[in-house]
């Protein structure tokens, strides 16, 4: 989940959220973009690739205004582009959001929204939700707030969003479920933020979220909180003793520790939306093409280089005694440079976080030429291994800056639990009871 920056004041907004950006740059992203409201109008500006690469777009554009939302993406949904990038609007182009986190429902409620005429740039989940927003507004027939709420109460997911209309210049709205958000307080000037690292410098004095709540936020009311169900809530005013460099780490002494204790949360959403205990079922959307194939596949290979080699070890033992599938788990580097026997019964799994890994990936492509199915388990959208292969499943894991891998190889065995389940299920190779057991194992976590 990556950052998101909002101001509303007498300053120049787009200064303060780009400065805003840069302070979250060490989260990693891979696009970023800016909604800037003036005179009843609301200009946006986006970009793949580095802030900078933002800055360089605006640069003789109308960037004036005292209201502005940005935000740095890390793509779950669609390919880092310029139109995947944030912010997303409604239909009319009168309300425009940021979000961080991943809406699970998008898929029906995307079918939906299109029926009622919606149409869809982006192939973000995150779009659904601004489309919602502007249908339940409706031309402002209900108000802004109510709008938003209304829309979240519709939502299964995570998220921290922040959104803002076109005709109303002292209006900011900000929600959030299981993804952080903080509203700073200064002197006749609001800030907010997925961490307060972009705050810190202009107010100590901050408000954060709980899950659940919902904040608006006008120079003229203050700050008003209530929960989705529309409940009042009295803000908890915290003052900051932090410093920046401590902020950026979330407190922790490095990014490293800070990524072990992230990792519930990302494994919570790489399972999120993939398995149901009520059904009884697993589902990873992204192989359930190819599904057939896995079930038919007389063994499995695993490439990976590193610590992705080692989630592959564990992943030995998830499929084989799960699934019944023999697995060879190999070292991409040794692989490549053999003449390894591979035929088109077999199934190759390609594990790297960041999809990128050079001997990983021409390990898939002499698969490849020699027929094989290739699946990849990647943390980056879009990123080379999960185009190579024919299909594959995000781990959803964020981006980790610590070299040594922590919470991107838990979110890796994450995946190949359920999908050694998946397969396990559908080959008859798990008894129901213990496939059922192991959900309810699994839903403790999420
Ligand atoms: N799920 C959203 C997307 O893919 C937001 C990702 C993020 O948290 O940056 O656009």
């Known amino acids: 989940m990556c950052g ?30 800016v909604a800037i409201q003036k005179d009843n109008s609301v200009n946006v500006y986006k970009q793949k690739g580095k802030v900078q690469d933002l800055i360089d777009f605006a640069k003789n554009k109308d960037t004036k ?70 249908d339940i507004h409706n031309n402002g027939k209900q108000s802004l707030f109510d709008s938003v709420r209304l829309a979240l109460n519709e939502v299964i997911g995570a998220y921290a969003i922040v959104v803002i209309s076109d005709d109303n210049s002292d209006e900011l709205i900000a929600a959030r479920k299981s993804s952080p958000l903080v509203v700073g307080l200064g002197e006749g000037e609001f800030f907010c933020a997925s961490d307060a690292t972009p705050i810190i410098e202009y107010t100590k004095n901050v408000v954060y979220l709980e899950d659940g709540e919902i904040a608006h936020i006008s120079l003229k009311n203050g700050l008003k909180l209530k929960t989705i169900g529309n409940q009042n809530k009295t803000p908890y005013i915290q003052e900051l003793e932090m410093h920046l460099e401590t902020l950026e ?75 019944r599938i023999p697995v060879e788990v190999e070292y991409a580097s040794e692989f490549r440079y053999r003449n ?40 980056v959208v879009g990123s080379s291994i999960s185009r190579e292969t024919h299909c594959g499943s995000y781990t959803h894991a964020g981006p980790e800056i610590g070299v040594a891998s922590t919470k991107a190889f838990t979110a890796q065995v994450t995946i190949l639990t359920l999908m050694s389940m998946m397969i396990g299920k559908r080959k008859g190779t798990i008894s129901n009871e213990r496939f059922n057991r192991l959900l309810v194992e699994l839903k403790c976590y999420s």
């Open 249 to 323: 780490k979330g407190g922790y002494e490095h990014f490293m520790l800070k990524e072990i204790y992230e990792q519930p949360q990302s494994i919570m959403d790489s399972m999120r939306g993939r398995f149901s205990v009520t059904k009884g079922k697993v589902a990873l959307g992204g192989i359930l093409d190819f599904e057939e194939k896995l079930i038919n596949a007389k063994r499995l290979i695993f490439v990976a280089c590193g610590t992705s080699w080692h989630a592959g070890l564990v992943g030995e033992y998830l499929f084989e005694e799960i699934a």
């Open 4 to 33: 998101i920056v909002a101001y509303l004041g007498e300053k120049n907004a787009y200064e303060i959220v780009i400065k805003g950006l840069q302070r979250l740059e060490y989260r990693g992203y891979d696009s970023s973009g």
């Open 340 to 379: 390894p026997i591979i035929n088109e019964d077999d199934v190759v799994i390609a594990i790297s976080q960041s999809g990128e890994t050079a001997d990983t990936l021409a390990a898939i492509k002499l698969a490849k030429e020699r027929k094989a199915t290739l699946i990849g388990i990647c943390n």
């Open 65 to 134: 205004g005292n209201l502005a939302i940005g935000h740095t993406r890390w793509a779950t949904h669609g390919l880092p582009n310029n139109i995947n990038a944030h912010p997303h609007q409604s239909s009319n182009g009168k309300i425009s959001l940021v979000h961080n986190g991943i809406i699970e429902n998008y898929s029906v409620l995307k079918k939906e929204l299109e029926q009622r005429g919606h149409v869809f740039k982006s192939e973000t989940d995150t779009e659904v939700l601004v489309h919602l927003i502007g």
